[in-house]
Nanobody, 119 residues
Framework: QVQLVESGGGLVEAGGSLRLSCAAS????????MAWFRQAPGKEREFVAH????????YYADSVKGRFTISKDNAKNTVYLQMNNLKPEDTALYYC????????????WGQGTQVTVSS
């Protein structure tokens, strides 16, 4: 079983920055992609960004493109989300996720870390 643990959330003013981390542990970890999702109160969970574990190819939601950067450290089994120029609408519970195949849903999820952006 794989466990994902997020950290780095907090309260920040609009225009500020935060860096989220997601550390994976458990059995041999070799996902196809890892991703960040977020869910704001009263809204559905939405995709933020993903990264291919082997190639480091990335993809972003339009709403965060140019402001957020996803990266990884394979040696540490950790994925990061650098969030710059944060906006109040970025306020949400941020989850990391991992999957073994790009044709299947995400298999593993963390518990989430709260990001709150004040105006």
């Amino acid at each position: 079983q794989v466990q994902l643990v997020e950290s780095g959330g907090g309260l920040v003013e609009a225009g500020g920055s935060l860096r989220l981390s997601c550390a994976a542990s458990g059995r041999t970890f070799s996902p196809r992609t890892m991703a960040w999702f977020r869910q704001a109160p009263g809204k559905e969970r939405e995709f933020v960004a993903h990264i291919y574990w082997s190639s480091s190819t990335t993809y972003y939601a339009d709403s965060v493109k140019g402001r957020f950067t996803i990266s990884k450290d394979n040696a540490k089994n950790t994925v990061y989300l650098q969030m710059n120029n944060l906006k109040p609408e970025d306020t949400a519970l941020y989850y990391c996720a991992a999957r073994q195949s790009i044709t299947t849903p995400y298999d593993y999820w963390g518990q989430g870390t709260q990001v709150t952006v004040s105006s």
